[in-house]
């Protein structure tokens, strides 16, 4: 017991000594480097802390870092028992270019105290074993043309190459393929940045390894030589027309290390392999690599005409699809939720519409479509909910017909037809109250008032006429008497026009293309306000081409860069304005995977695509 409590006091006075003890934060690396040379950075605390953070600084490559490591130790001497414990972060920097360079201050917290280190002068001098008078290495590649040629001879052209794979190269139209883009290599590599991306003209496309994604690695044997082989893109394809498709080479920068050829070797592997490791060895060497994938040709194969229905949208994939109402039991006046459930594998975010009758004494209004997708490295998948407001405002019997949904199945290789159940609405006479109206789910704010107050009789005094006069039989009496025909002819006219261009979904479409667009673009705000950036350009996207399909009458699958020019000819629209239309559209698809400031890209391209789109609409006036 008394051992037990005596390591106790030595324990809380070896805790009470590091906790009293001088918080020191120092920095630390070699003064003089040579252009090319990679070196140690380190800073060095010997308390535990957080929020590590050291600010920009110029004149080197950060290859690595901060590496986080942790030692410590526990000494008793002549019975007094102390502890350390030292936290070290360390880079991994390239000097790229000559010159004499500050490194500022880093800063760390150490319990909610802030501490600032030291400040350090690095001087970067001419490479000794460079034969130009140029600066050496940099992140701009402005190394001699003497110094590049010898650093490409000491990496051949198969050290490290970039590799475009399509999943099927004769899909379907509508379809979707995996494209991965891998990197192979046999040496280390650094700094890898996508210089410029491909283009996907013809298809929708949709990334599926998100900007945080862990890398997956794995090695595989070419030639007899052993690769690390990564993905550093995947995406989803759905080809929207049918044809030969070119996808374009990606093209990224890199930082290799390779080594010398060394002029003696010891004869012992040990050694040999010690000496040559990258951060010991002179003879290494940091080789700037561009790198160019191959160009894909996907050949895209027709939807078949035969058995193709006649309310076919263009969705390819395998599908369910389930429908719901709340009730079928109600009162004039009052609202009912249908609910359409679209889920499956495939083209899902292109299904945007379902072709739903309702009877004619409905009041309806827009649905509200909510997506839910699942992207994998397999492809996509998830479903597109559509909740539509119905309002009777007549009492009777209703049927809601049977609704249809209609796609293209990739197993077995025809077109197949999803229906819903017959809905039977019993709506019963309302209560008398009609100012009064009950509601349930999506879109309130769109339900009317319809409601009026009764007029009660007039008491007095009386407007009294002279005498002798009548109004009947008077110009007024008969003028009174043919308003209320006229009205009742007006409003039966104007039903009838009204009926008629509801029922004219292509004209009703493109009154409400321009409604439709900024709905989805005061969406994607939201999205560019919380960050969302894969939700944002799914919406930006959607805006665009959504637009394009309802203004110009285009299904979905029909679209295209040639068809969009085509058709704003056709609406003898301004040349300059079509390419600026087109380049909104290419812009957006780069800016959705092009590095930067993320929330930059997205704000620029939010603004072109709300100027454009009012642009085109000012113009088709």
Same mark, same amino acid.
């Given at each position: 017991m008394g051992k037990k409590f005596l390591f106790l006091l030595i324990l809380i006075a070896a805790i009470w000594r590091v906790d009293g003890q001088n918080i020191e934060f120092t920095a630390s690396s070699k003064p003089i480097v040579a252009v090319g040379e990679t070196f140690n950075l380190s800073y060095t605390l010997n308390a535990q802390g957080s929020g590590f953070r050291l600010p920009n600084f110029q004149g080197f490559d950060i290859l690595s870092g901060p590496n986080t490591s942790t030692t410590s130790s526990i000494r008793s001497i002549n019975g007094r028992t102390s502890m350390s414990i030292t936290y070290t972060y360390t880079y991994y920097l390239l000097a790229n270019k000559e010159g004499t360079f500050e490194i500022p201050a880093a800063t760390v917290s150490v319990n909610n105290k802030s501490y600032t280190s030291n400040i350090l002068t690095i001087k970067v001098i001419k490479n000794p074993n460079s034969s130009s008078s140029s600066s050496g290495y940099g992140n701009q590649g402005r190394s001699s043309g003497n110094q590049r040629q010898q650093n490409q001879?000491?990496?051949?052209?198969?050290? @490290?190459?970039?590799?475009?794979?399509?999943?099927? *190269? #004769? +899909?379907?139209?509508?379809?979707?393929?995996? @494209?991965?883009?891998?990197?192979?290599?046999?040496? +280390?590599?650094a700094q890898i940045n996508i210089s410029k991306l491909s283009s996907f003209s013809g298809f929708w496309s949709q990334n599926l390894i998100r900007e945080n994604d862990k890398l997956q690695q794995s090695t595989q044997t070419i030639d007899g030589q052993?690769?690390?082989?990564? #993905?550093?893109?995947?995406?989803?394809?759905? +080809?929207?027309?049918?044809?030969?498709?070119?996808? #374009?080479?990606?093209?990224?920068?890199? @930082?290799a290390q390779v080594k010398r050829q060394s002029k003696s070797r010891s004869g012992d592997p040990f050694f040999d392999d010690f000496f *040559?490791?990258?951060?010991?060895? +002179?003879?290494?060497? *940091?080789?700037?690599?561009t790198l160019t994938s191959n160009a894909l040709v996907i050949n895209v194969q027709p939807l078949p005409e035969a058995g193709k229905p006649s309310d076919f949208s263009g969705a390819v994939g395998?599908?369910?699809?389930?429908?719901e109402i709340d009730r079928t039991h109600l009162k004039a006046n009052e609202a009912i939720n249908l609910k359409c459930v679209v889920s499956g594998k495939g083209n899902i975010q292109l299904i945007d519409k379902l072709n739903v009758v309702f009877p004619p004494d409905f009041e309806t209004y827009d649905p509200k479509v909510t997506s839910d997708i699942k992207t994998s490295g397999a492809g996509i998948n998830g479903s597109q909910t559509f909740e539509y407001l119905i309002i009777p405002r007549k009492p009777g019997n209703f049927t809601i017909k049977p609704i249809n949904f209609s796609y293209f199945d990739l197993e077995k290789r025809k077109f197949v037809t999803l229906s819903s159940p017959q809905f039977t609405i019993d709506v019963e006479k309302g209560t008398g109250e009609s100012s009064v109206i009950t509601y349930s789910g999506a879109n309130k704010e769109d339900i009317k008032y319809i409601g009026s107050d009764i007029r009660h009789i007039k008491d007095r005094p009386f407007n009294l006429s002279q005498r002798g006069t009548y109004f009947f039989g008077s110009t007024t009496f008969w003028l009174f008497l043919l308003i209320p025909f006229l009205l009742f002819l007006a409003i039966i006219i104007m039903g009838r026009k009204l009926s008629e261009r509801r029922s004219d979904t292509t004209l009703m479409k493109n009154l409400k293309a321009t409604k439709v667009a900024r709905k989805r673009l005061r969406k994607a705000e939201d999205f560019l306000k919380t960050g969302k950036q894969e939700a944002f350009y799914v919406e930006i996207s959607q805006a665009l081409w959504g637009y394009l399909s309802d203004k110009f009458s285009i299904p979905m699958a029909d679209l295209s860069i040639d068809s969009v020019y085509e058709a704003l000819v056709r609406k003898n629209v301004k040349e300059e304005m079509i390419k600026q239309f087109i380049e909104t559209l290419n812009n957006t698809e780069f800016a959705r995977f092009a590095p930067g400031e993320k929330s930059v890209n997205m704000e620029r391209i939010y603004n072109e695509a709300l100027e454009i789109i009012s642009k085109i609409e000012r113009e088709l006036k």
């Open positions: 001879a000491l990496s051949g052209p198969n050290d @490290v190459f970039i590799k475009a794979i399509a999943s099927k *190269n #004769d +899909p379907m139209q509508g379809e979707g393929i995996v @494209v991965s883009y891998k990197i192979y290599t046999k040496v +280390p590599i052993q690769y690390l082989v990564a #993905d550093i893109r995947k995406i989803a394809l759905f +080809p929207l027309k049918s044809g030969k498709l070119v996808i #374009d080479p990606l093209q990224l920068e890199c @930082v *040559n490791d990258p951060f010991f060895n +002179p003879s290494t060497a *940091n080789v700037e690599k395998n599908f369910t699809f389930n429908t």
